[in-house]
């Protein structure tokens, strides 16, 4: 499945970054990209919309939580397919999936779906998911 997961997320690479995008091919967010990871598992999603562009409060910890389809784990645990949390400024308010040497992500600073060294993120990692069956 860790193969697949990446092969889903990097098919989105180069897609253009949007708050809630939701369609590979035409936009993206962090969000929405690992929505896209999760249909394309075939695996349920709760996908919630609506969230601010900077979640703050626990926002984001709380929508990953009620989502079926990922797992809370120990950072220490990390591997890679799994989904990272990062904080860019207070809260953790941004989402990627590990490749184990680099990540992918709907970044708004590039504009669009991104595959970047990993070690550059590792500090910001607040939370990881694993993506469960």
């Given at each position: 499945m860790v193969e697949r997961i990446i092969e889903l997320a990097r098919e989105c690479k180069g897609t253009p970054f949007r708050h809630q995008g939701r369609k590979r091919g035409v936009a993206l967010d962090c969000a929405g990209l690992v929505a896209h990871v999760l249909h394309g598992l075939g695996?349920?999603?709760n996908d919630s919309k609506g969230y601010s562009r900077s979640p703050f409060d626990g926002q984001l910890e709380a929508i990953l939580l009620a989502e079926p389809s990922l797992q809370l784990i120990p950072k220490s645990e990390t591997q890679p397919g799994d989904v990272w949390a990062?904080?860019?400024?207070?809260d953790p308010q941004h989402l990627m999936i590990y490749t184990g040497t680099t990540v992918?992500?709907?970044?708004?600073?590039?504009?669009?779906v991104v595959e970047q060294s990993a070690d550059a993120w590792r500090k910001h990692v607040t939370h990881v998911y694993r993506i469960v069956a």
């Open positions: 695996l349920p999603v990062c904080r860019i400024k207070k992918i992500h709907a970044y708004a600073q590039t504009g669009r």
